[in-house]
């Protein structure tokens, strides 16, 4: 009998230490990431928030190509191509066994259907630019899709790489909005409103699987909450952390670290060209020395920010550093104001949506710009009211934005954007750019296109936006930079 | 009583269809495009113009408000411009972060306050009396958001206790699901259990100096009998029909509140489609929570005239 | 009149909560008034270099996140609120309490509609209305005294009304009536008199509250704008730096809290001053 309990006794201890050894040993398989703004649906090829693509991009749509975390065009759902020797021809080899979350078959029936629908007439995707060099699609085998442009287009591959050339599906593509059904590496489970988007791992995905089981995006719109939050361990990463004032404090907690990177987002005090005293280069000329960058990054983003002179990212190879042309000079602003016929300053307006660069920023430009004799009136606006007001029917002197798009220098050469800056010689540079493919030819455009808005001085070129990324330290592979506006799950695992 | 009944019905009525009407009136002038939030940036004029041609909002003002009413009366509430779902199914969606919140907050502001404004009464004028009354006092007049800051300090960061918001699901468990609740709960309930507290302090001590108590001391009733039987049950009716009232305010405390814990309760939902400018659910969000608020009223308003007949008859507004 | 001022006065001085509550209500409007003619430094300069600084002899509570003086920015805080809520109270009391005298004089069909105008604006919680209409206007001081007054004016209409019924039950009202005297003389010249301390509790109350709305608002954002500087949103700033400076955080709740309890406290005791009948069952 002793001995029977010996025996029970020392297997149930020898159970117990198994478990609590295993359990430690098993990595978490499950993330949750916080976002602050809520997508307004989940398809990517039929709205513009950058929210959508933040949350599918990567995880559950793919397209022809994707764009990886150095911001470099990769093969995804097209395994090879070739460019014909006019470059105006791109055919895509696709991959085989390639099955959408439904378990309808991916072919080039689907690249078809997805190209095509986005460039449209009826189409509702809201970036129908991208497709607008394509002059046809052809099917040339069941893996086989040949599209010819109408000119040649440099930057046609890393354009599908975006999140509104993916891959969808005809039986699912209508109900993608809610129930969103791709190709990529998770699956969508389903949607909270107001408060999370579930997603799990899909087991028959095409390439390497990901080693997450499971991932959750959070909704959390109010900084002080998502500090609260990753403080507490609600949530396990917050790729773009809203709150650059609580960054440093993040950084003093064992279990977290802070990840600082780059985005596309050029931040910006955007001027209406065509309206009152900034119709004059050398009001532009003022407000350009009016402003004190490095103020506005320190006051506005506690020191996390680049400050730059043009619409360009700091980080390209192709940028050229412009901001000592117009360094911080309150009194040659003043000069130049007097010089341009107001010695005495004016009055203007100033609309700011809800981010805190265009908020904070906002009130610190105007104590700027009051200095130099311009008095301005901040009227914070919501999102909706700034598309409409400002966007929309340019109903504006001046605003603060961050564009948040990669390689985005062409929208100067549109004459009716919202700040409707007409420049024959820069449009005329824009299409030389999109005609040209080699990579030095295009740096050395980029180039003079930089310097060009700056002369002009455009707008006020404030800073790049910084990417702040908190995550628990025991994640690994999520995204340092945003190269694309995007929440990259694929690669991200835990390691304890 | 039937009359009283009748006049208080058609009233009822009115004040429901004034209310339908104002707030149609004042959301038509409501600026922004919701196409345009939409689709966004870089959309293009026809994909606008299609968007809200299928919203339908081109049609003529009285079509929209009459087709509006009849969808209410019919129980359709529309569906979600941003969301795309029906506006029921958010409103269910949320109601089940919302209504228990409500209600742990009535609950819990009710377990705090009466007891203490018994105590307050019973101790008229003695330091115990000081102290509800301060506690009331602070209670009024602490901002509720500010002391949900620092609940959020002590509770979610510094003790890691309970979460700092957010709601787990109640699939994620009871357990997770109530604690997301708590530190949202004290902060509700605080304000109402200060008003609470006072209220039936007072009311107590109204009843307390009437007559019929006089009469029961002088039956030999003791003082602490006299309290609890006669007292309690007659102060209590005003103090009900406060709670009723406190509706109103729980509803405007929930929508701080919610924004403070980032919880997607009915709160949060309104502060949200309105930045949105999503505009069905703003109409039809704003007349249930209005129609609820009108309904308690009402219902307050008939049972307190059960209560007490000697209402019936005059209107005691 | 003034002997009436006298008498409640020393009856007053004798209440704890008057003399507390006076005291703090005088100096917030002291202060308030103060900020008319001087600050320590100007609440619009922008400083980051000197950002959040902790007290000293130049900042005597330091400074936030752009560098501004926090002390400075409590008393022109002060200033808006005080601003905010005085009006709100004037339009809740200018057009609430004609409308409870005239409910309470015609009674009939004029009491109902007014009796229903109430219930509905109750029926809209003020947080609601508030946020409805900044949506429509556009945010701003000026827009959230419309949203408060407006549901300040049922609060008078409906003390206004209340008050004035069990007055013209009155003997001396009904001698005043069978002498020929028409309602509307009556309301102005005794209907009115005999309410006036009702009223004066009541405004008050709804002072305090409006102080609490104001700020309430201006945390949501819907409030006061910037660069002028309000409670609510030096709150909602520092929720953010709750970790960097969490005396941000302190400042203004503070503020907040103790003007609200001052002002209670001062209407509890003016209550009892005013009242005999109120003042044994305090």
Known sequence: MNSLKKIFGGFAVAICFFMVASSAMAAKTSLTMGMVLEPTHLDPTAGAAASIDEVVYANIFEGLTRIDRWGVVRPALAKIWKISDDKKTYTFQLRKGVTFHDGAEFDADDVLFSLNRARGKDSTNAQKALFRPIAKVEKKGKYVVAVTLKQVTGSFLFNMGWGDAVMVDPASAGSNKSNPVGTGPFKFKRWVKGDRIEMVKNSNYWGKPVKLRKAVIKIIPDPAAATAALMAGDIDAFANFPAPEALSQLETNPRLKVVIGNTEGETILSTNNQRGPFKKLKVRQALAFAIDRQAIVDGAMFGYGKPIGTHFSPHHPAYVDLTKKFAYNPEKAKQLLAEAGYPNGFKAVIKLPPPSYARRGGEIVASQLRKVGIELEIIPVEWAQWIGDVFKKRDYDLTIVSHTEPMDIGIYARKDYYFAYDSPKFQALIKKLNMTVDRDARFKIMGEAQRLISDDCVNGFMFQLAKGGVWNKDIRGLWENSPIQANDLTEAYWVK | MSVFFAKRVTALVITLMLTTVVIFLVLEILPGDPASLMLGINAEADTLAALRAELGLDRPVLVRYTSWVLDLLQGNLGTSLTYDVPVSELIIERIAISLPLALMAILLSTVIAIPMGIIAASNHNRPLDFFVMSFSQLGIAIPNFWFALLLIILFSIVLRWVPAGGFAGWDAGVGPALSSLFLPTIALALPQAAILARVTRSSLLEILKEDFIRTAHAKGVSRRRALWSHALRNALIPVVTIMGLQFSFLLAGAIIIENVFYLPGLGRLIFQAIAQRDLIVVKNLVLILAATVVLINFVVDILYAVIDPRLRGRDNG | ?282
């Open chain 3, 1 to 282: 009149m003034v002997k009436r001022f006298k008498e409640i006065f020393q009856h007053g001085l004798k209440n704890r909560s008057f003399v507390i509550g006076g005291i703090i209500t005088l100096l917030f409007f002291l202060i308030a008034l103060l900020s008319y003619v001087w600050t320590p430094h100007a609440v619009e300069n922008l400083s980051i270099v000197n950002k959040l600084r902790l007290p000293d002899s130049t900042y005597w509570l330091g400074t936030d996140h752009f560098g501004r003086d926090i002390f400075s920015m409590l008393i022109v805080g002060a200033r808006n609120s005080v601003i905010v809520a005085f009006v709100a109270v004037g339009i809740g009391i200018g057009i609430g309490v004609p409308l409870g005298l005239v409910a309470a004089a015609r009674k009939g069909w004029v009491d109902e509609i007014i009796m229903r105008f109430n219930d509905f604006t109750f029926a809209f919680p003020s947080l609601i209305s508030a946020i409805m209409i900044t949506a429509i206007l556009g945010p701003g001081a000026v827009n959230s005294i419309i949203a408060i007054g407006i549901f300040n004016i049922p609060v008078f209409a409906r003390v206004a009304r209340g008050a004035a019924l069990s007055i013209w039950k009155r003997d001396f009202i009904l001698a005043a009536r069978s002498a020929g005297k028409g309602s509307f003389k009556i309301s102005l010249e005794h209907v009115l008199p005999n309410i006036f301390s009702m009223l004066i509790v009541q405004t008050t109350i709804q002072f305090a509250l409006g102080i609490l709305a104001e700020a309430g608002l201006s945390y949501l954002g819907l409030g006061t704008q910037p660069p002028a500087p309000s409670w609510g949103k030096m709150l909602n700033e520092a929720q953010t730096m709750l970790y960097l400076a969490p005396q941000l955080a302190i400042y203004p709740g503070v503020a907040i809290a103790l003007t609200v309890l001052g002002l209670n406290l001062f209407g509890d005791g003016l209550r009892d001053a005013l009242d005999p009948k109120l003042r044994r069952n305090r």
